[in-house]
């Protein structure tokens, strides 16, 4: 059973930055796929950023580009969200999410097992 945890929301200013983190716990395969996914008041929920396991090339939402950026440490299980330029529309709960999608592409939007997320507030 693959368990995930994430850590480093927070409140910031319209401009500022925060990390969140995640740990993994249980079996990841190579055919996992990793990311976050976001739920903003009365929003849809949105993937943010996916990537394979262990795999450097990243896919991000066109809302997030050039602005966020998800890292893994394969041997620490830890995922990272490295989120700058933030704007108030950020503001949501950002979970961390894993998915075994084996022969298939990684979708954005990852269903599978996912956090208890974290809380990134955006002020104006």
């Known amino acids: 059973q693959v368990q995930l945890v994430e850590s480093g929301g927070g409140s910031v200013q319209t401009g500022g930055s925060l990390t969140l983190s995640c740990v993994v716990s249980?079996?990841?395969?190579?055919?996992?796929?990793m990311g976050w996914f976001r739920e903003g008041p009365g929003k849809e929920r949105e993937g943010v950023a996916v990537?394979?396991?262990?795999?450097?090339?990243?896919y991000y939402a066109d809302s997030v580009k050039g602005r966020f950026t998800m890292s893994q440490d394969k041997a620490k299980k830890t995922l990272s969200l490295q989120m700058n330029s933030l704007k108030p529309e950020d503001t949501g709960v950002y979970y961390c999410?894993?998915?075994?999608?084996?022969?298939?592409?990684?979708?954005?939007?990852?269903?599978?097992?996912w956090g208890q997320g974290t809380q990134v507030t955006v002020s104006s």
């Open positions: 999410a894993s998915e075994n999608r084996a022969y298939s592409r990684c979708p954005l939007l990852l269903g599978g097992h």
């Open positions: 990537a394979r396991a262990g795999e450097r090339t990243t």
């Open positions: 249980g079996y990841i395969s190579s055919w996992h796929c």
